[in-house]
């Protein structure tokens, strides 16, 4: 089960799925995103990443799927980490890539509070516009960025406000690693500006089996901007899970 980065949807693994077409991938947008409903019960109450992974779980027990190799990039690895504290029995295997799993400081509280109220004015794009620059690595194709501002532009306001309240509100989760009983992979681009080498260090001593995957000169979006290394790696984690 792959969960996507902020501001994006599922359809950012399309290239990734490209390369795994022999692997069983779920997805699962985040609410306001893709396919995914802001409905009533988000909207009841104080946006929560706990109430986003709730309607992942009950999508999961629809399909009667009682254990998944889970893996999130940047916002996505928040919510996995958030997934894998509640229901630790359902996860044999966790990939956190280019995220922090840890709580906003005050400054990223702010941030995400004053993006989401410009997102709630229909201004959502001009929180990450600057993203397709400072947020991939300098390698990165202009196929690559245009392909990235073409979606941020596409950014649903209401759901871009959503989440960013619920990521602000969330709790630290570095706690998620230790509850893993199988491979723990932290995947980074080394030019990501948010995923230190050294945070996964420190994680990775929390769990007992970790991997520590970097892929040379991407940045933050390893997904759009390095589709068939991310995918190899994603394939070794499976196989590592699978045995």
Same mark, same amino acid.
């Given at each position: 089960?792959?969960?996507?980065?902020?501001?994006?949807?599922?359809?950012?693994?399309?290239?990734?799925?490209?390369?795994?077409?022999?692997?069983?991938?779920?997805?699962?947008?985040?609410?306001?995103?893709?396919?995914?409903?802001?409905?009533?019960?988000?909207?009841?109450?104080?946006?929560?990443?706990?109430?986003?992974?709730?309607?992942?779980?009950?999508?999961?027990?629809?399909?009667?799927?009682?254990?998944?190799?889970?893996?999130?990039?940047?916002?996505?690895? /928040?919510?996995? @980490?958030? *997934?894998?504290?509640?229901?630790? %029995?359902?996860? +044999?295997?966790?990939?956190?890539?280019?995220? $922090?799993?840890?709580?906003?400081?005050?400054?990223?509280?702010?941030?995400?509070?004053?993006?989401?109220?410009?997102?709630?004015?229909?201004?959502?794009?001009?929180?990450?516009?600057?993203?397709?620059?400072?947020?991939?690595?300098?390698?990165?194709?202009?196929?690559?960025?245009? /392909?990235?501002? @073409?979606? *941020?532009?596409?950014?649903?306001? %209401?759901?871009? +406000?959503?989440?960013?309240?619920?990521?602000? $509100?969330?709790?630290?989760?570095?706690?998620?690693?230790?509850?893993?009983?199988?491979?723990?992979?932290?995947?980074?681009?080394?030019?990501?500006?948010?995923?230190?080498?050294?945070?996964?260090?420190?994680?990775?001593?929390?769990?007992?089996?970790?991997?520590?995957?970097?892929?040379?000169?991407?940045?933050? *979006?390893?997904?759009?901007?390095?589709?068939?290394?991310?995918?190899?790696?994603?394939?070794?984690?499976?196989?590592?899970?699978?045995?």
């Amino acid at each position: 089960m792959l969960l996507h980065a902020l501001p994006l949807d599922s359809a950012m693994w399309n290239a990734v799925r490209s390369e795994l077409s022999d692997v069983d991938i779920l997805t699962f947008d985040a609410p306001g995103f893709g396919e995914s409903e802001l409905t009533a019960e988000f909207m009841a109450g104080e946006p929560s990443i706990a109430t986003f992974v709730a309607a992942m779980k009950a999508r999961l027990d629809e399909l009667g799927i009682k254990r998944i190799a889970l893996g999130g990039l940047s916002m996505g690895g /928040s919510v996995a @980490a958030e *997934f894998t504290v509640t229901y630790p %029995e359902l996860v +044999a295997g966790l990939a956190l890539m280019d995220t $922090n799993i840890n709580s906003d400081d005050a400054d990223r509280k702010a941030f995400r509070r004053d993006a989401a109220a410009k997102a709630d004015a229909g201004q959502g794009y001009e929180t990450v516009k600057d993203w397709t620059t400072t947020m991939v690595g300098p390698d990165a194709s202009d196929e690559v960025r245009a /392909s990235l501002d @073409a979606r *941020f532009r596409a950014l649903p306001n %209401e759901g871009l +406000a959503w989440i960013q309240r619920a990521m602000a $509100n969330r709790e630290d989760r570095t706690d998620a690693v230790a509850r893993v009983k199988g491979p723990v992979y932290f995947i980074r681009g080394t030019e990501d500006p948010t995923a230190s080498m050294e945070s996964y260090m420190k994680l990775a001593l929390r769990t007992d089996q970790p991997r520590i995957k970097e892929i040379p000169g991407v940045g933050h *979006f390893a997904a759009d901007e390095s589709p068939v290394e991310l995918a190899a790696i994603l394939r070794d984690f499976y196989a590592h899970v699978a045995r």
